[in-house]
């Protein structure tokens, strides 16, 4: 057959079809076609011509999939696609595509079928279906691959979520749930659950694309193939934000702990408020039960309800005329202008006045944190924080103790608070310093590489030390932020030094959750492509903790290889003060080994930290890595080091870190 006269079977084919039936460009365009026998279709076609229809009927059609088809020589067929009417909700069809001839240029041919118009000859299979549609139609659904990442999802997900098919699919699940440690935690259990091949299900908080918080209640289904890499995780969720907002306002309205009678933490931050307002002082004492969920186990409703209420009786019997509020099931907090002998006494009360179950005591003890106003803590969220944090030492020291925080720890609670609000102003205002250290070549006798590192002096808390403010970073999710701008410093250097003829390498430390973002290696491809900045120059450095969480990882172990396919080169920092292991050396590419300045400070006052640097020089030599020393501050060291066969030397004997042009005039 002729081209024309597929073309012309072609055309004739589009006629007579009683289903959706397109012809399509192999960029994605619609050219022709019409929607069959849907007799509510009001899409005008002419509207459609050369208009991608990824953006008007098919939101799924991305560019993988056009990939997908081009790159076949059969036709194809996707079921549960959404095919998008105009004024009409989608419907799901099952897609078949095939390359055809048209008007003398390829194209594409698409057939589109309602799922309801399918009729499977098994009943049991017709069922499955007609189940998996009405999940489909009637809740918000998204499908995982066997590492997280979202490979479908249905057009009630992006309608709540906010999402496009172009922006989510790809994502690690992570990134739909809030970042705070709470969220998770949760979301760590969710994931070991599906993991151990089992359901998970419950009411969960998520975030939008905007990062507007919603709630579901989730059902998480483990599917399983032959074939480990081919496993599915699917999620069924019901959007339940109605129902958590009106729970949250009438427990506002309420302030009263249904169970205890007690109030709850709303009004608790009212009264505290208006305590300090007055000026009046007193204890914040923070009280947890411990092993709850443990006791909770082991003696079931009991320890749900009665143990509680039982608990509660004490504590209303011993703090009597003091403010009482429950924070959440097994926390509690006391309001008292009583001395803290008085509040330790509470341990002994609890002994004397033990809990029975059906005539069996339970083993209560508690953890509890004394916190004072004004002398410890000034507002109702400092005092919340530092009790939590006193519950933490309390609880790492075996539990069953009431304490208190020394000054000094509250004035570093205080600090780190302070810290965190102006760290948000210095990244907005780029407020951030970057210093570079340079790295001596022992060979060569010159200087071809620095290692970039963040500064901070701030005008109203002054100088923050990378040892305070890389933990901070960290926990608050702002590392990343800072992680964009030094490597945007950093490539922009880099290339500044290449056009002045001095070609030099640039590092920069980087942290285990930037690459948790599966976009990471992308957005630093797209950084040195913004800034001109050969992939050769740039270094990246990782810890020894980083590599031991990237080798259970093959997400990062993935983005690491692209980056190293693309010419970037990464060193392992501060070797031989973390997490020791040969395996992640044999998984990673890693290229340099730095040696930390730990072991170079002693490597003149005893011959074991001289065995030990040389084994260290020579098992890198034995595995062809770059060897660089950190912390070399004599020349004696730098000679010994020379002589174990470093590769190159980094300390303040070469020079402390300093400014880009200081860099310069050394170089010249």
């Given at each position: 057959?002729?081209?024309?006269?597929?073309?012309?079977?072609?055309?004739?084919?589009?006629?007579?079809?009683?289903?959706?039936?397109?012809?399509?460009?192999?960029?994605?365009?619609?050219?022709?076609?019409?929607?069959?026998?849907?007799?509510?279709?009001?899409?005008?076609?002419?509207?459609?011509?050369?208009?991608?229809?990824?953006?008007?009927?098919?939101?799924?059609?991305?560019?993988?999939?056009?990939?997908?088809?081009?790159?076949?020589?059969?036709?194809?067929?996707?079921?549960?696609?959404?095919?998008?009417?105009?004024?009409?909700?989608?419907?799901?069809?099952?897609?078949?595509?095939?390359?055809?001839?048209?008007?003398?240029?390829?194209?594409?041919?698409?057939?589109?079928?309602?799922?309801?118009?399918?009729?499977?000859?098994?009943?049991?299979?017709?069922?499955?279906?007609?189940?998996?549609?009405?999940?489909?139609?009637?809740?918000?659904?998204?499908?995982?691959?066997?590492?997280?990442?979202?490979?479908?999802?249905?057009?009630?997900?992006?309608?709540?979520?906010?999402?496009?098919?172009?922006?989510?699919?790809?994502?690690?699940?992570?990134?739909?749930?809030?970042?705070?440690?709470?969220?998770?935690?949760?979301?760590?259990?969710?994931?070991?659950?599906?993991?151990?091949?089992?359901?998970?299900?419950?009411?969960?908080?998520?975030?939008?694309?905007?990062?507007?918080?919603?709630?579901?209640?989730?059902?998480?289904?483990?599917?399983?193939?032959?074939?480990s890499?081919?496993?599915?995780?699917f999620?069924?969720?019901?959007?339940?934000?109605?129902?958590?907002?009106?729970?949250?306002?009438?427990?506002?309205?309420?302030?009263?702990?249904?169970?205890?009678?007690?109030?709850?933490?709303?009004?608790?931050e009212?009264?505290?408020?208006?305590?300090?307002?007055?000026?009046?002082?007193?204890?914040?004492?923070?009280?947890?039960?411990?092993?709850?969920?443990?006791i909770?186990?082991?003696?079931?409703?009991?320890?749900?309800?009665?143990?509680?209420?039982?608990?509660?009786?004490?504590?209303?019997?011993?703090?009597?005329?003091?403010?009482?509020?429950?924070?959440?099931?097994?926390?509690?907090?006391v309001?008292?202008?009583?001395?803290?002998?008085?509040?330790?006494?509470?341990?002994s009360?609890?002994?004397?006045?033990?809990?029975?179950?059906?005539?069996?005591?339970?083993?209560?003890?508690?953890?509890?944190?004394?916190?004072?106003?004004p002398?410890?803590?000034?507002?109702?969220?400092?005092?919340?924080?530092?009790?939590?944090?006193?519950?933490?030492?309390?609880?790492?020291?075996?539990?069953?103790?009431?304490?208190?925080?020394?000054?000094?720890?509250?004035?570093?609670?205080n600090?780190?608070?302070?810290?965190?609000?102006?760290?948000?102003?210095a990244?907005?205002?780029?407020?951030?310093?970057?210093?570079?250290?340079?790295?001596?070549?022992?060979?060569?006798?010159?200087?071809?590489?620095?290692?970039?590192?963040?500064?901070?002096?701030?005008?109203?808390?002054?100088?923050?030390?990378?040892?305070?403010?890389?933990?901070?970073?960290?926990?608050?999710?702002?590392?990343?932020?800072?992680?964009?701008?030094?490597?945007?410093?950093a490539?922009?250097?880099?290339?500044?030094?290449?056009?002045?003829?001095l070609?030099?390498?640039?590092?920069?430390?980087?942290?285990?959750?930037?690459?948790?973002?599966?976009?990471?290696?992308?957005?630093?491809?797209?950084?040195?492509?913004r800034?001109?900045?050969?992939?050769?120059?740039?270094?990246?450095?990782?810890?020894?903790?980083?590599?031991?969480?990237?080798?259970?990882?093959?997400?990062?172990?993935?983005?690491?290889?692209?980056?190293?396919?693309?010419?970037?080169?990464?060193?392992?920092?501060?070797?031989?003060?973390?997490?020791?292991?040969?395996?992640?050396?044999?998984?990673?590419?890693?290229?340099?080994?730095?040696?930390d300045?730990?072991?170079?400070?002693?490597?003149?006052?005893?011959?074991?930290?001289?065995?030990?640097?040389?084994?260290?020089?020579?098992?890198?030599?034995?595995?062809?890595?770059?060897?660089?020393a950190?912390?070399?501050?004599?020349?004696?060291?730098?000679?010994?080091l020379?002589?174990y066969?470093?590769?190159?030397?980094?300390?303040?004997?070469?020079?402390?870190?300093?400014?880009?042009?200081?860099?310069?005039?050394?170089?010249?």
């Open positions: 057959m002729t081209k024309e006269q597929i073309s012309i079977a072609c055309n004739e084919l589009l006629q007579i079809s009683p289903f959706p039936s397109f012809l399509v460009s192999l960029d994605g365009l619609f050219l022709k076609g019409h929607f069959g026998d849907l007799s509510y279709a009001t899409t005008d076609l002419e509207e459609l011509k050369q208009q991608p229809i990824a953006s008007t009927i098919l939101p799924m059609f991305n560019k993988s999939l056009l990939n997908t088809i081009l790159d076949s020589t059969q036709p194809m067929c996707f079921q549960n696609v959404e095919l998008t009417i105009k004024n009409n909700k989608p419907i799901h069809v099952t897609l078949y595509t095939k390359l055809t001839n048209y008007q003398q240029e390829q194209v594409i041919h698409m057939l589109c079928i309602p799922t309801d118009s399918i009729r499977l000859m098994n009943d049991e299979q017709q069922h499955l279906v007609d189940l998996k549609n009405g999940i489909h139609n009637s809740f918000m659904t998204v499908t995982l691959d066997n590492e997280g990442f979202i490979v479908h999802t249905n057009q009630h997900f992006l309608t709540t979520s906010h999402w496009t098919p172009k922006r989510v699919l790809g994502k690690n699940f992570w990134q739909l749930f809030p970042s705070d440690d709470e969220s998770l935690k949760e979301v760590q259990q969710i994931w070991k659950v599906l993991q151990n091949g089992n359901i998970w299900q419950g009411d969960i908080q998520k975030i939008t694309k905007d990062e507007q918080p919603y709630w579901v209640h989730l059902t998480a289904i483990p599917m399983s193939s032959q074939n890499v081919d496993n599915r995780f999620f069924i969720e019901r959007d339940i934000t109605n129902e958590k907002l009106m729970q949250n306002r009438l427990e506002k309205i309420a302030y009263i702990d249904p169970e205890t009678g007690m109030i709850n933490v709303h009004r608790l009212q009264i505290i408020t208006q305590m300090i307002e007055e000026e009046r002082h007193f204890s914040f004492v923070y009280l947890s039960i411990d092993k709850f969920y443990t909770k186990d082991l003696h079931g409703d009991f320890a749900g309800g009665s143990l509680i209420l039982e608990f509660t009786k004490r504590m209303k019997m011993y703090f009597q005329d003091s403010t009482m509020a429950r924070i959440n099931e097994n926390d509690f907090v309001i008292t202008p009583l001395p803290e002998w008085f509040t330790h006494g509470f341990l009360y609890l002994q004397q006045h033990p809990i029975y179950n059906d005539s069996v005591a339970i083993p209560v003890s508690i953890s509890g944190g004394i916190t004072r106003f002398e410890d803590q000034s507002t109702f969220a400092q005092l919340m924080k530092a009790s939590l944090a006193t519950i933490t030492n309390v609880r790492a020291a075996g539990g069953d103790n009431i304490l208190s925080l020394s000054n000094a720890t509250h004035k570093a609670l600090r780190k608070s302070i810290v965190e609000k102006r760290l948000l102003l990244l907005d205002q780029r407020n951030l310093q970057v210093l570079y250290q340079p790295q001596l070549d022992l060979k060569t006798n010159k200087i071809t590489s620095v290692e970039a590192l963040v500064r901070w002096d701030d005008e109203e808390i002054g100088v923050v030390s990378p040892d305070e403010l890389i933990p901070i970073a960290e926990e608050t999710g702002l590392i990343n932020n800072i992680g964009s701008f030094m490597l945007e410093k490539c922009e250097q880099a290339v500044a030094w290449k056009n002045a003829g070609p030099i390498t640039v590092s920069i430390n980087s942290s285990v959750r930037e690459f948790r973002d599966k976009n990471m290696a992308k957005s630093i491809l797209e950084t040195l492509e800034t001109g900045c050969p992939a050769n120059l740039l270094q990246i450095e990782i810890t020894e903790k980083f590599a031991l969480e990237a080798e259970a990882e093959m997400g990062i172990i993935k983005q690491m290889r692209i980056l190293e396919n693309e010419g970037i080169v990464f060193s392992l920092d501060d070797f031989g003060t973390g997490y020791a292991s040969f395996r992640y050396m044999q998984l990673l590419p890693i290229s340099i080994l730095k040696i300045q730990t072991f170079t400070n002693t490597l003149l006052k005893s011959d074991k930290s001289r065995q030990l640097v040389h084994g260290m020089v020579q098992l890198g030599k034995s595995m062809n890595l770059t060897i660089i950190e912390g070399v501050e004599t020349e004696e060291q730098q000679d010994l020379k002589s066969g470093c590769d190159a030397v980094q300390g303040y004997y070469i020079s402390k870190p300093v400014s880009n042009n200081e860099i310069f005039n050394i170089l010249k």
